[in-house]
């Protein structure tokens, strides 16, 4: 994969994510610090989640148990006065400071209280750091005989406005004294406003009337706040206190609400996320709300006009997700065929898309064809205007006619991961090419293939919770797997999911941990399995360059002061130099124009007129035309650029200085001649030798570029490297790898004893043809293979015979770690490499078990085992110098035997 390192901590993820957005890429905040709160106050916020919202309380008292009714009593007389002396213990953990911030929610908060510079003084005097909120308490006090939505709403602004101005004088006054800021006013007034002007105006979920947001006693109006106005309340806490928004967040609340025994609309998702954006909205922008050393406020990015082009593999589903974000302006251009051009022409014309985004089983120059006009008419008409691809899953996982969905599940996911990422760079290279003639990157691509091949490897490895399979469907509609449970195989509900998790995270650049839709299903994800997949759909796409939030790294010298050598004919010419400000064109040039360069082009000397490949147009806007004549020389490039005036008439010719050429592509040392059965990489005759020695690798197909350094390593030392026989082992794969050992032994000369080694499912076939041919077998190595039918999903029992439930039974029949005695008993040396992450093949039901096994029964075995490491490409398992120094060694052992 592109980065292996991108999995490691998927399944550690934070319980709440805190939203952070600006105008590049925002990672998850970390979770605020704990803060220790001391909670006084009555009915206005006697029940608040302050545990839900991450604000334990480590003291709490209820004001209306002493029945005080002037505002001055309150603090003076309710809680200092008469609560202390009730409650010692109370007492001693005041004045030890056993707290961080004090919470004050009162009815009578809506003016300034008398009392509270003794309170401020004496909290001052125990904790100086700690700070004071006062919750500025909603209007109230209406006429009984009217219903709340009869209040005159403009009238309660103007009389608490002015409430307010005073407790922010009594505030200014305080904070003075202390000589910092310590006291804050969290403005609830302001957010229950807006929040009953929304009902008001018919734009608040599931809310039709004001009176619904209080509660009702025995039918008679009374201000208590119900569900709607607790939870905005505990937000709007939760934002002051921490200096973060709540918006994203899924506290546990009570599920029957405030008082549960009156009258309620039941709070949902939907509510609680425009409940979490109004508070955070509110909240940010009072200066008296937030601590100055708290996180600055960062502006939400811009909502985005974006049309999706493709098939049945499109996932892209973001509306509902910038809803849950409080992104309210992001737009899905519906009604449009966005997979023909004409109907997309006009829309880029009037720059009236942001982002394209294509969504095909296939990437390249037909898929989408008119991806060049796109990226010509699109900037154009709009600088901001880019395209995103999604990188595609393989149709029938790069199989030939599977016949059965079922087949998905026994998938080598190294090999499918491998035709994976030649599949990326046929795209990746497909991009930077139209990138290039663009001359910025405008096209990106957003890499869900690889996400969707990270979730299948944990639900192989039994670390997906809830999934078991693949590839499943039971009916439709079902939200059991990635996969959708048919033939092609199309996405499940996970891969739905996650598509729509990676596509918003490279739209707006900024993570979707914490996220959830509105409405009653949501997502249809359990807790667990959303932080998963939003986790890894952030570190995919933060981490791959090609989706525009991570750099790329810039080309490295391969020596000091050395500097790259330009690709002949890639990249920019010279041409693009003295042509500055021009625009290549598609476009024929007048008749005249044609008619001299092909003139020009006839008149070339005769050894370079053959070479003329390739001819290029340009215009600078003003009328004049330019022409660039690629010419080929043996292995170098001539450019010859003519120019021409308005007239037409050539006005410069210019010859640049050949390109550099490239050096001859090297030949591949693991590029193999075809033997029956097989392929043969044969050392030279000089160094093999009379040994002969030689390699077999298993399984053949996976013998390509990752072995190269280490084959070349073997032929060197004139080993040979051949590479043959059936995968997956089983009785009909042994018959065929002795006949290929026949082959190589009897037919070809080479050694009786040949090394064998074994790459993940090449395990089964080397190691189960070894123990049953000790006495053929100089040594075995492995890389991360798979020893044991019973430590690998992904076996294929049907080679040998038995069904799942003869597994266990059969094991010692067939399993080659429960069959080593023979192979103890000759004395034949064992080597792995295994990574201790690998959720494929696992470390310890494979080659930690072939050790331990193995060295009981009196045989040796070198295990090296990499940290942090998985079943991936990492070079360290190819270049691995212990894995080459230990297949020398052998070879040389059977050199000193054979001369003896």
Same mark, same amino acid.
């Given at each position: ?45 006697? @029940? ?11 003291? #709490? ?5 002493? +029945? ?10 309710? &809680? ?57 308490? &909603? ?16 009238? #309660?602004?103007?009389? &608490? ?46 809310? @039709? ?308 839709? $509105? ?24 981490? #791959? ?112 200085? $050949? ?19 097989? *392929? ?13 020695? &030689? ?8 013998? +390509? ?147 331990? *096994? ?47």
């Amino acid at each position: 994969m592109f980065r292996s390192q991108i999995i490691a901590g998927i399944l550690s993820v934070c319980g709440f994510f805190a939203w952070a957005a600006g105008s590049g890429a925002q990672e998850p905040k970390a979770a605020p610090k704990e803060l220790r709160m001391w909670h006084v106050g009555n009915s206005w916020s006697a @029940t608040l989640p302050f545990e839900a919202m991450g604000l334990p309380r480590v003291f #709490y008292h209820h004001t209306h148990n002493f +029945g005080h009714s002037k505002p001055e009593d309150v603090l003076a007389k309710g &809680w200092i006065g008469e609560a202390l002396k009730k409650d010692k213990a109370q007492k001693n953990l005041l004045e030890k400071g056993d707290f961080d911030v004090v919470y004050l929610g009162f009815v009578q908060l809506h003016s300034p209280l008398p009392a509270m510079d003794e309170f401020f003084d004496i909290i001052q005097k125990h904790k100086p750091g700690a700070r004071i909120y006062l919750q500025h308490a &909603w209007a109230h006090g209406g006429n009984d005989k009217q219903t709340h939505d009869d209040d005159d709403l403009d009238k #309660y602004d103007a009389d &608490w406005a002015k409430r307010r101005a005073a407790i922010e004088a009594a505030v200014d006054t305080a904070n003075k004294r202390a000589g910092k800021q310590v006291v804050f006013i969290i403005p609830l007034h302001d957010a229950v406003m807006k929040m009953r002007r929304m009902v008001k105006a018919g734009q608040f979920p599931k809310v @039709t009337k004001q009176e619904q947001l209080f509660v009702s006693f025995d039918g008679k109006r009374d201000e208590h706040g119900n569900n709607q106005i607790y939870a905005l309340a505990a937000y709007c806490a939760y934002a002051a206190i921490h200096g973060k928004s709540p918006v994203g967040m899924r506290p546990n609340f009570p599920a029957n609400g405030n008082l549960a025994s009156h009258p309620q609309v039941p709070l949902d998702d939907e509510q609680n996320a425009v409940l979490q954006k109004l508070a955070w909205e509110t909240v940010s922008k009072y200066p008296y709300a937030q601590d100055p050393k708290s996180e600055p406020t960062k502006k939400l990015p811009a909502g985005l006009r974006v049309m999706n082009g493709g098939h049945s593999w499109s996932t892209e589903n973001s509306v509902p997700l910038c809803q849950a974000a409080g992104i309210t302006a992001h737009k899905k251009i519906t009604g449009i065929n966005g997979n023909r051009i004409d109907d997309v022409k006009p829309l880029l014309e009037k720059g009236e898309i942001d982002v394209y985004v294509w969504q095909r089983s296939e990437v390249g120059p037909e898929s989408p064809s008119f991806l060049p006009t796109l990226v010509e008419l699109g900037p154009k008409h709009n600088p901001n205007f880019r395209v995103h691809i999604q990188l595609p899953w393989l149709v029938h996982d790069g199989r030939k006619n599977p016949k059965s969905p079922d087949e998905y599940e026994t998938t080598d996911l190294v090999e499918y991961q491998a035709k994976l990422e030649k599949s990326r760079k046929h795209a990746e290279a497909y991009v930077d090419a139209v990138n290039a003639r663009a001359g910025k990157r405008i096209v990106f691509l957003v890499p869900l293939a690889d996400g969707m091949l990270e979730v299948r490897k944990m639900i192989v490895a039994g670390k997906f919770p809830g999934i078991t399979k693949v590839n499943y469907r039971n009916r439709p509609g079902d939200r059991g797997s990635i996969m959708g449970g048919d033939i092609m195989p199309h996405q499940g509900h996970l891969g739905f999911r996650l598509g729509a998790y990676m596509h918003f995270a490279a739209l707006y650049r900024m993570s979707p941990v914490g996220l959830k839709l $509105p409405g009653k299903e949501g997502d249809g994800l359990t807790d667990e399995q959303r932080a998963i997949l939003q986790k890894l759909a952030w570190d995919m796409v933060s981490k #791959y360059p090609y989706a525009g939030i991570a750099k790329f790294e810039a080309p490295q010298p391969k020596k000091e002061g050395e500097k790259p050598v330009p690709k002949s004919g890639d990249g920019p010419a010279p041409v693009s130099d003295v042509l500055k400000g021009w625009k290549e064109t598609k476009d024929l040039p007048a008749d005249t124009v044609v008619a001299d360069y092909n003139a020009y082009i006839e008149k070339l000397p005769k050894a370079e007129r053959p070479g003329v490949s390739d001819v290029k147009y340009y215009v600078d806007g003003s009328g004049r035309n330019a022409v660039a004549v690629l010419v080929n020389v043996g292995d170098q490039r001539w450019t010859h650029l003519l120019v021409y005036d308005k007239q037409n008439k050539r006005t410069d010719v210019t010859k640049f200085e $050949p390109a550099r050429a490239q050096p001859a592509p090297k030949k591949k040392a693991f590029e193999a001649e075809r033997i029956p059965g097989g *392929r043969l990489i044969a050392a030279k005759a000089e160094l093999a030798g009379k040994t002969k020695a &030689w390699v077999w690798y298993a399984p053949d197909w996976a013998l +390509g570029d990752a072995e190269a350094w280490m084959v070349e390593q073997f032929l060197e030392a004139g080993i040979s490297v051949a590479a043959g026989g059936a995968a997956y082992g089983g009785p009909a794969a042994i018959k065929s790898q002795t006949a290929f050992y026949v082959e190589m032994t009897e037919k070809r000369g080479y050694a009786k004893k040949p090394i064998l080694i074994g790459r993940s499912q090449g395990g089964l076939t080397t190691l189960g043809w070894a123990v049953e041919n000790p006495e053929k077998v100089a040594a075995f190595a492995g890389i991360y293979p798979v020893c044991n039918l019973a430590g690998w999903s992904g076996v294929n029992l049907g080679n040998y015979g038995i069904k799942r439930d003869e597994l266990a039974a059969r094991l010692k029949e067939f399993s080659p770690v429960e069959r080593l005695e023979k192979l103890a008993q000759a004395k034949v040396p064992l080597f792995a490499i295994h990574g201790d992450k690998d959720t494929v093949v696992p470390l310890e039901t494979n080659s930690g078990l072939l050790k331990e *096994r193995y060295t009981k029964l009196g045989g040796t075995m070198q295990l090296v085992v990499p940290p942090g490491q998985g079943h991936n490409m990492w070079k360290g398992f190819f270049q691995c110098q212990e894995l080459v120094d230990f297949v020398k060694s052998h070879a040389k052992a059977q050199a000193q035997n054979l001369a003896k």
